[in-house]
C-alpha cells in the first residue's frame, strides 16, 4: 500500500477512535464567521430548562448558537459537553483583562490568526457531592463585533474541552477588528503631524512672504 495512503487511513481511524469526526460548519453571515465543531455536537435549547425570565432575556440577547455533547436529556437538563457560541460579554481579545476577570477565574492564553486570545478559566462546585465543573470562555475579538467560545462540563473533560477549543481557533474563519502589532497606531501619529505640518505650512509661508514684502518697502 502506498506510504500517503497509509497514513490517510491512519489517520482517519485515529479520527474517528477519538469521536470527533466529520466536523460540521457554522456560518454566520451576519458576523461574518466561520467555524468548525465536531458532530458529535447536537444542538439543544438552553431556554427550555430555564425559569428566570430575567436571565432567558439575557441569554436571548448574545447567544448565537448552542450545542451540547453528552447523554440524552432528563427533565430537560442535559449532561456532558456544552458548547456555547456567543455576542463577546468579556474584555476584548487582546486587551488587558485582569480588570474584567473574577476571584474565581484566571486567564490563559491562546492565538487566532498570530494575536492574542483571552481564554478565561473558571471552576465551580455544582454539587454537593463537591463535583466540579469547568468553564473555559475564549474571547476573539472579530468584525464587525467580538464572539466567544464557551465550553463547560465536568472538570475531568476539561483536557477534551480545552482541545475542543484550540481546534475551534484554529479553523476560525474571520476579520480580526484589532491590528497585529502596533504599527497602524504609529500609521496614525504620524498622519495627525503631516496633517498639522500641512496646517501649519500655509500661515508660515504667508508670513515669510509678509517679511520679505516688507523689507521691500
Known amino acids: 500500500m502506498n506510504t500517503k495512503i497509509?497514513?490517510?487511513v491512519l489517520t482517519t481511524a485515529f479520527l474517528f477512535s477519538a469521536g470527533?469526526?466529520?466536523?460540521?460548519?457554522?456560518?454566520?453571515?451576519?458576523?461574518?464567521?466561520?467555524?468548525?465543531?465536531?458532530?458529535s455536537f447536537r444542538e439543544y435549547d438552553p431556554l427550555k430548562a430555564q425559569r428566570d425570565e430575567r436571565t432567558k432575556n439575557?441569554?436571548?440577547?448574545?447567544?448565537?448558537?448552542?450545542?451540547?455533547?453528552?447523554?440524552?436529556?432528563?427533565?430537560?437538563?442535559?449532561t456532558g459537553i456544552f458548547l456555547n457560541i456567543e455576542r463577546s460579554i468579556k474584555v476584548m481579545a487582546g486587551q488587558e483583562a485582569s480588570e474584567y476577570i473574577s476571584a474565581s477565574e484566571e486567564i490563559l492564553r491562546e492565538k487566532w490568526k498570530n494575536r492574542q486570545v483571552?481564554?478565561?478559566?473558571?471552576?465551580?462546585?455544582y454539587t454537593t457531592k463537591g463535583d466540579v465543573m469547568v468553564t473555559l470562555t475564549a474571547v476573539?475579538?472579530?468584525s464587525p463585533e467580538p464572539i466567544q467560545f464557551k465550553l463547560?462540563?465536568?472538570k475531568k473533560d476539561e483536557k477534551e474541552m480545552y482541545a475542543i477549543l484550540k481546534s475551534m481557533l484554529a479553523n476560525l474563519e474571520g476579520k480580526a477588528a484589532y491590528p497585529k502589532s502596533q504599527a497602524p497606531f504609529i500609521a496614525i501619529?504620524?498622519?495627525?503631524?503631516?496633517?498639522?505640518?500641512?496646517?501649519?505650512?500655509?500661515?508660515?509661508n504667508n508670513s515669510l512672504l509678509l517679511g520679505e514684502f516688507d523689507e521691500k518697502r
Open 58 to 78: 439575557y441569554l436571548k440577547s448574545i447567544l448565537l448558537y448552542a450545542y451540547n455533547k453528552g447523554g440524552e436529556p432528563e427533565n430537560n437538563q442535559y
Open 118 to 125: 483571552n481564554v478565561f478559566r473558571k471552576y465551580q462546585t
Open 20 to 39: 470527533n469526526t466529520f466536523a460540521f460548519e457554522i456560518h454566520n453571515s451576519e458576523l461574518n464567521f466561520k467555524v468548525s465543531i465536531p458532530d
Open 6 to 8: 497509509k497514513l490517510a
Open 152 to 154: 463547560s462540563g465536568d
Open 140 to 142: 476573539v475579538n472579530l
Open 189 to 204: 501619529i504620524i498622519l495627525i503631524i503631516l496633517s498639522l505640518i500641512f496646517i501649519i505650512r500655509p500661515k508660515f
